[in-house]
């Protein structure tokens, strides 16, 4: 839709249009744009929710009274939790429970015990695929193995090299976290029960160790020397919706 409104513009037809993915507007600087804080999918925040939509679109509208761009500014409200998300279940979490595995030894105290978590979604992950004919996960070229020990070398005291020279440090580290996002999307999708995706946020963010691992990353990536990791730190690790809540 940028490129569009490049063409558009050109004709002398003022656009403006709603980002999911602040990265890839800032690539395409389209003439303007408003970046909202929401799942993707959901570019007016939640369903069911008039007044909150109008409030977005209005804010969208609202950059065509800008003269000339390109323009990208935040929109500045998290979504309103919809009542149709919310656990089909015993509970509001998804059914996998883990417990806290021992420590084991290794570059970091996350990094054994995200393993371990990673190994046990495995077969769920891998019977969800098999049901849907395919899968998601692989953006990033790694295993879940790889992703996760990759996320979690950004904890120690010097963060890992770049092993992808055709990306900037926070690219590969933004596919690496996709990925695992994916991964555990469709670990829990296959698992008995139905949950929303706001509670299937909330699961991975606030009761997994990848969860934790990226909410300790988000913290410690903001002070990075690396300009592209501090972006991404700032822009995808973590909702800012989770970012207040505390973890179970």
């Keep these: 839709m940028s490129a569009v409104g490049h063409y558009l513009e050109e004709e002398g037809i003022a656009t403006t249009g709603i980002s999911l993915v602040r990265e890839h507007s800032e690539a395409m600087r389209p003439p303007r744009a408003l970046w909202v804080p929401f799942m993707l999918g959901r570019p007016l925040g939640a369903p069911n929710a008039p007044a909150f939509q109008r409030d977005v679109l209005r804010a969208a509208l609202?950059?065509?009274?800008?003269?000339?761009?390109?323009?990208?500014?935040?929109?500045?409200?998290?979504?309103?939790?919809?009542?149709?998300?919310?656990?089909?279940?015993?509970?509001?979490?998804?059914?996998?429970?883990?417990?806290?595995?021992?420590?084991?030894?290794?570059?970091?105290?996350l990094a054994g015990r995200l393993a371990e978590e990673i190994a046990q979604l495995r077969p769920w992950r891998e019977l969800g695929a098999r049901?849907?004919?395919?899968?998601?996960?692989?953006?990033?070229?790694?295993?879940?193995?790889?992703?996760?020990?990759?996320?979690?070398?950004?904890?120690?005291?010097?963060?890992?090299?770049?092993?992808?020279?055709?990306?900037?440090?926070?690219?590969?580290?933004?596919?690496?976290?996709?990925?695992?996002?994916?991964?555990?999307?469709?670990?829990?999708?296959?698992?008995?029960?139905?949950?929303?995706?706001?509670?299937?946020?909330?699961?991975?963010?606030?009761?997994?160790?990848?969860g934790e691992a990226?909410?300790?990353?988000q913290r410690k990536a903001r002070a990075s020397d690396d300009e592209s990791v501090r972006t991404v730190a700032e822009r995808s690790l973590v909702p800012r919706a989770i970012l207040n809540r505390p973890r179970a």
């Design 62 to 109: 609202e950059l065509l009274e800008r003269p000339r761009g390109p323009v990208l500014e935040d929109y500045p409200h998290e979504a309103p939790v919809p009542e149709t998300d919310v656990v089909i279940a015993d509970g509001e979490a998804c059914p996998v429970n883990f417990g806290r595995a021992p420590q084991r030894a290794g570059a970091h105290p």
């Design 131 to 210: 049901r849907r004919g395919g899968s998601t996960f692989g953006v990033s070229g790694r295993t879940p193995e790889d992703a996760g020990a990759f996320v979690v070398a950004f904890l120690g005291e010097t963060p890992p090299e770049n092993d992808r020279p055709g990306q900037s440090l926070g690219q590969a580290l933004k596919l690496a976290v996709d990925d695992l996002r994916a991964f555990y999307e469709e670990a829990a999708a296959a698992q008995p029960g139905e949950f929303g995706s706001e509670a299937l946020m909330r699961w991975f963010y606030l009761e997994t160790v990848a």
């Design 214 to 217: 990226l909410l300790d990353l």
